[in-house]
């Protein structure tokens, strides 16, 4: 369909496992032959137990882990077998936003350069238009006065709330959340909820990796059920969690 962002067909992240002694290594499925695709302004919510996959669904669609088979069409672009050097261009369309935001930050770095490096790097724009940005970024999360603090400084919800305005200053086409809540504490996934229901509302495309079932019914589209490397099941988030069909996912509700 014209209006599909995002395709993916047959992906499988494979790794192989030695056998013993003469015999041939085996292989974990990760993920396992999927096929899926995300339509523009769609937000796509993916649920499953821990360690079945679905976050190394996440880094393989946005390429940062090598598939070891399938198609990824990104805006009709095939980016499947690119290399690092082609997929340069392509990380300005599609951001991800990881569950420790510590890992996309440098904590020697102020908070106004953490926000204006991916602009420098990626969009050549001059120092005072990046130092505005970041101060954009940082009102519409309520962050002003931050700009020169640094992240040892804040609270685990101020971190990814900045570790998503980060990755929205690139102006994606598509922003991947893998478990945006999973490491803080329960008074601060609030906060961090709130920054991407508006992100919803204005229209951003998204693929949600989360465990906040609640969360997922208020927000997606559309919701898949993972389960060891497959799709085991996906619909709209009310009929999935109000009427689920397969046992595994009736067990895991």
Known sequence: MADNLLVVRGLKQYYPVKGGLGKEPSYVKAVDNVDFEVRRGEVFGIVGESG???????KSICKLIEPTDGSIVLDGEEIAKYTPKQMRPIRKKVQMVFQDPMASFNPKMKIRDILTEPLMNYKKIKRNERDAKARELLGRIGLEDKENAYPSTLSGGQKQRIAIVRALAMNPD???FDEPTSALDPEMVGEVLELIKELAKDGMTMVIVTHEMGFAREVANRVMFFN???ITEENEPNELFGNPQNARLKEFL
């Open 228 to 230: 060891d490397g497959v």
């Open 52 to 58: 079945c996959g679905k976050s190394t669904l996440g």
């Open 174 to 176: 598509v922003m991947l």
